[in-house]
């Protein structure tokens, strides 16, 4: 099946900088990214949807300027916190698809502790 | 815009039982159900979908049924092991064109040996 990589898997950082998360396809033209925050027990919460080489649409609720979503190609995609707090302490979770394709592949994780 | 309910929000069975999740769901134009099963800590895996145009979808231990209707769709899984112990979430979406899956809120299966 298709493979999503997700980096890092885990990151701690202090309270003001910003980390960024990277999603890639390994084997397919993910044209389109999902970007998910999960809390512990909980479902997945869509952030923001991005389209290869446009602007990411946000769910409402979520800062664009403080989570800012790139996807310059068509096999990667990031998402870069910045100016972490630790509220912004969180499981994020890529996912992508192929063009109209419904089937959904998901990244690995990444755990972000803001201290 | 979509809301996907699901239940139980945990379900406890012993090995070797049958467990059954539910979802239901509002958006009449909705016609691809997939399920995902994630462990603690990991990604959430696809393991069975179902396409609006089927009532019943089987693979090995795992069902699906889908009820247009009434708007509802369930997973089935037969002859439970621990390892099956892992958070369910199902969704729903529209194929195609923007396609937005909206998921539910989870099931935690726990299968006691």
């Known amino acids: 099946g298709a493979v999503v990589s997700q980096h890092p898997s885990r990151v701690i950082c202090k309270s003001g900088t910003s980390v960024k998360i990277e999603c890639r396809s390994l084997?397919?033209?993910?044209?389109?990214m999902f970007w998910y925050r999960q809390f512990p027990k909980q479902s997945l919460m869509l952030m923001a949807t991005?389209?290869?080489?446009?602007?990411?649409?946000?769910e409402q609720g979520v800062e664009k300027d403080k989570f800012l979503i790139n996807h310059a190609s068509l096999t990667l995609s990031t998402l870069t916190v910045t100016s972490a707090h630790p509220e912004d302490s969180s499981f994020y979770i890529c996912?992508?698809?192929?063009?109209?394709?419904?089937?959904?592949?998901f990244g690995s994780g990444t755990q972000l502790s803001v201290l | 815009g979509e809301n996907v309910e699901q239940h139980p929000s945990t379900l406890s069975v012993q090995e070797g039982d049958s467990a059954v999740i539910k979802c239901t769901y509002s958006?009449?134009?909705?016609?691809?159900f997939p399920w995902y099963k994630q462990e603690l800590g990991k990604r959430p895996q696809l393991i069975i979908d179902?396409?609006?145009?089927?009532g019943e979808k089987k693979d090995q231990r795992i069902a699906v049924t889908l009820n247009k209707t009434a708007k509802h769709f369930s997973l089935h899984i037969t002859e439970t092991q621990p390892e099956d112990s892992a958070v369910y979430f199902c969704?729903?979406?529209?194929?195609?064109?923007?396609?937005?899956?909206?998921f539910g809120r989870g099931t935690s299966l726990i299968v006691h040996p």
């Open positions: 969704a729903a979406s529209i194929r195609g064109g923007s396609y937005i899956p909206t």
């Open positions: 991005s389209n290869e080489g446009s602007k990411a649409t946000y």
């Open positions: 996912s992508a698809r192929e063009g109209s394709y419904e089937k959904l592949f």
């Open positions: 958006d009449s134009a909705s016609n691809y």
């Open positions: 179902i396409r609006s145009n089927v």
């Open positions: 084997d397919f033209q993910a044209t389109t």
